[in-house]
C-alpha cells in the first residue's frame, strides 16, 4: 500500500498486477484529512498489512509535528529569555525587592526544570586573572 500526502489530504493507494495485461496497477482505496484520521468504513477496507502499515505512518507523522512543536516552543523560549534579560538590565533600578525575588524564584525554576530533563549546570568558564595597573609581562618584550 502506497500513502500519498496532498497538503492536509492523505491517500491511501493499493498496488497490484492486472492479470491480463501484468502491468502495476494502482487503486485508491480511500482518504482522509490528517486532522480528522481514518474513519472506521475507511480502516475496514484495508487488510492487516495494510492497517499496521497504515498505523506506523501516523504514528512517525505524529511524532514529526511533535517533534516539530517542540523546535517551536524552544525557539521561543531562546527568545523570551533573551528578552527578559534585556528587560531585567532597563529596568534593574526600579525592580522592588519583591519583583526581584519573584525573578529568582522563577530562575531557579527553569534550572530544576532542566536539571530534571538531564542537563545539569555547565561549570562556570574562568576569566584570566587581569594585570593589576602598572604591572606588566615581564617576558613579552623578549618575544
Sequence with gaps: ?????????????????????????????????????????????LDEDEQSALARWLS???????????????????????ELVKAIDAAAERLSPDEAAAIWHNLNEVSRALNRAGFPEPKRKR?????????GDLLAPLF
Excluded at 127 to 135: M, T
Aim: proline share 3%; no cysteine.
Design 127 to 135: 576569566k584570566p586573572a587581569a594585570n593589576a595597573s602598572g604591572q
Design 1 to 45: 500500500m502506497l500513502i500519498r500526502e496532498q497538503g492536509n489530504l492523505v491517500k491511501l493507494i493499493r498496488t497490484g498486477r492486472d492479470l491480463s495485461s501484468r502491468r502495476a496497477q494502482q487503486t485508491v482505496v480511500g482518504t482522509f484529512r490528517h486532522s480528522g484520521g481514518p474513519t472506521k468504513a475507511l480502516l475496514a477496507l
Design 60 to 82: 512517525a507523522k505524529n511524532d514529526r509535528q511533535e517533534q516539530a512543536q517542540h523546535h517551536l516552543v524552544l525557539d521561543s523560549a531562546h527568545r523570551r529569555l533573551a
